[in-house]
């Protein structure tokens, strides 16, 4: 049994010029996390051989704690913050995953 299913996926600019990202909704089946969903954007590139690939990252928040308004590094505000989760030593399969969902769609990914 695979440790998460990427619920829905698609491929994003920001605005009509701007740089291109993926976001995802991945739900965890097992582990510490099992029942989670959390949404991943990879702002990576497009592709491993775009000269923008490694000026990105991976921002992950748990999407149910999003919801309520708690997108928190830090409790502030009110909010119990807690809502960052480490991207890149986590969730890279997750967003290798994403992108796949997202080429299955489109033919120029």
């Given at each position: 049994m695979r440790k998460f299913s990427v619920e829905s996926a698609d491929f994003h600019w920001n605005g009509s010029v701007g740089n291109g990202f993926f976001i995802g909704v991945v739900?965890?089946?097992?582990?510490?996390?099992?029942?989670?969903?959390?949404?991943?954007?990879?702002?990576?590139?497009?592709?491993?051989?775009?000269?923008?690939?490694?000026?990105?990252?991976?921002?992950?928040?748990?999407?149910?704690?999003?919801?309520?308004?708690?997108?928190?590094?830090?409790?502030?505000?009110?909010?119990a913050g807690g809502n960052a989760w480490l991207g890149a030593d986590y969730f890279q399969?997750?967003?290798?995953?994403?992108?796949?969902?997202?080429?299955e769609r489109w033919s120029w990914v």
């Open positions: 739900r965890h089946l097992k582990g510490e996390n099992a029942g989670r969903r959390f949404l991943v954007t990879d702002l990576r590139g497009e592709s491993p051989d775009s000269e923008d690939w490694d000026r990105g990252n991976l921002v992950v928040v748990d999407l149910d704690q999003a919801a309520t308004g708690n997108i928190s590094l830090f409790p502030q505000g009110g909010h399969a997750e967003a290798d995953a994403i992108r796949g969902v997202v080429g």
